[in-house]
């Protein structure tokens, strides 16, 4: 191709896409497409969905108490608390001997199925030395995972 060919194209393009502007912003046709917030809503309630308050005026407008909102505040408040403990592993520590001592402080259920576990998964094996601190609503991966890192 050579630089008239070209150029004519160009000008083509140019002027096929002047012609189709104004044709769309001519006619108007652009305008009121978009919908107000009320023909929106409207629009969403036919189709189906629930339409709510945006998140500032749904904290103005005072909404009834749900029941089964209230009995899971109160279950959470009558929950059992967290445990909290300092585990010192020190060397030639058994996974055996870690275990008892976070079934005497309540960090676990049962000492033998946590040992189980750790020796199952080969987590004994990288325990290390040092202090960390264990709760009692630590899974045993997470207890894991803490006595190996």
Do not use: C, W
């Amino acid at each position: 191709m050579n630089k008239a060919i070209l150029q004519g194209l160009s000008a083509g393009i140019i002027f096929t896409t002047t012609i189709f502007a104004a044709f769309y912003y001519g006619t108007g046709k652009f305008e009121g497409t978009t919908p107000t917030a009320e023909e929106a809503k409207e629009l969403l309630v036919k189709k189906g969905f629930v339409v709510t308050l945006p998140a500032e005026e749904a904290k103005k407008t005072v909404q009834p108490k749900d029941p089964d909102k209230v009995l899971m505040e109160k279950e959470a408040e009558e929950a059992p608390s967290i445990v909290t403990h300092t585990i010192k592993v020190k060397t030639n520590m058994t996974t055996a001997e870690i275990a008892d001592r976070l079934s005497k402080e309540k960090i676990i259920d049962d000492a033998a199925e946590f040992e189980a576990y750790m020796n199952d998964r080969d987590f004994s094996k990288k325990i290390q030395i040092g202090e960390f601190v264990v709760t009692n609503n630590m899974t045993y991966r997470q207890l894991a995972n803490t006595l190996t890192h």
